[in-house]
């Protein structure tokens, strides 16, 4: 029991990737707040020896948490969004953030690009089609070619010129929307986020969540995508103006979404389970073995490194 004692304590939010729950636990003695009957009781009892917090971008960190939490003097989070972690109060602290840039680029740029041809082709309302045996009694319809169509992004970031480069190569436009225009990008950049959205076929939102783009795609966005228009989203539920977007897709207003990440996850707006225009998926953008494993060894990375030497591999 000494030994135990005498390693850092850490406090682990949420559920995490078994294989770094187990290397944290082999290393640390790890709290698990999820778990605890009574979780102000637990925080109560062991708050006060916490030195640092394991999370991930969707458990995150709230201030209220570090409060609770004197000793704290980092966050390590799975997953590269950290607008679930309040970092206005880790620094008004002094406590170090780490997130995991970078190993996931690949494969949420292939998730938006999933959603985006599956959309435009009809790929999972094909699937429904001939699962119901509704090919007996005719075609499926006509959907939309992607070649020569122009596939707006807005958040032009590793992620979305990955996006970028996905498209191109079946031979779309690629225009794009930041906060600033990239001088070394071959895109169209428009300043004004509607002419984008105006301009495109595809919307892609590859940006971050978080109070500076909350609500950005709302109503106004969406008409000037118009009917037939796509909204692809795998960047944070927050973003959109759900009920909006809802509106929209139900009124014919909008011509379809690829939804990977909704406002208040796991809840799913019921109103657009039944549309056929509409594909689903459980926020899984880098949900793969390969890099749900790299990005468990980023977060592990950090921890060791903090514990060395007071850095972080990659911070926030
Ligand atoms: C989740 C993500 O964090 O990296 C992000 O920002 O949205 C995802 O990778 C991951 O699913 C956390 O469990």
Not at 116 to 142: H, N, T
Not at 211 to 227: K, N
Not at 287 to 300: C, I, P, S, Y
């Amino acid at each position: 029991m000494a030994e135990q004692n005498q390693r850092p304590l850490l406090l682990q939010v949420g559920p995490l990737l078994p294989a770094l729950q187990d290397a944290l636990e082999t290393r640390y003695e790890v709290l698990r707040l999820w778990e605890a009957p009574d979780q102000s009781e637990l925080l109560a009892a062991r708050g006060q020896d916490v030195v640092a917090v394991v999370t991930s971008g969707v458990h995150g960190a709230t201030r209220e948490l570090m409060s609770a939490l004197p000793a704290l003097a980092a966050v390590f989070s799975f997953g590269v969004g950290y607008d679930s972690i309040d970092i206005a109060a880790a620094r008004d602290r002094g406590v170090l953030v780490s997130n995991t840039p970078g190993v996931l680029d690949d494969c949420v740029a292939d998730t938006a690009f999933a959603l985006l041809i599956d959309v435009a082709r009809g790929i999972s309302a094909a699937d429904r089609f001939v699962r119901r045996g509704d090919w007996r009694q005719g075609k499926f319809p006509l959907t939309s070619r992607l070649a020569g169509k122009t596939c707006g992004i807005v958040g032009l970031g590793n992620i979305g010129k990955g996006i970028a480069r996905r498209v191109e190569a079946f031979g779309m436009e690629v225009a794009y929307h930041g906060r600033h225009r990239q001088p070394d990008v071959p895109y169209r950049y428009h300043a004004d986020l509607e002419a984008l959205a105006e301009a495109a076929d595809f919307l892609v939102l590859s940006l971050p969540g978080g109070p500076a783009t909350d609500g950005l795609i709302d109503a106004r966005i969406l008409a000037a995508l118009g009917p037939r228009g796509y909204l692809i989203n795998i960047a944070r539920g927050s973003v959109v103006d759900e009920p909006a977007l809802v509106a929209a897709l139900r009124s014919g207003a909008l011509g379809g979404a690829g939804l990977d990440v909704f406002a208040e996850e796991p809840e799913v707006p019921t109103a657009l389970l039944t549309l056929d225009n509409v594909v689903l998926t459980p926020h899984l953008g880098s949900g793969t073995h390969e890099t749900r494993q790299a990005m468990a060894d980023l977060v592990l990375a950090n921890v060791e490194r903090y514990f060395t030497n007071g850095t972080l591999v990659t911070p926030v």
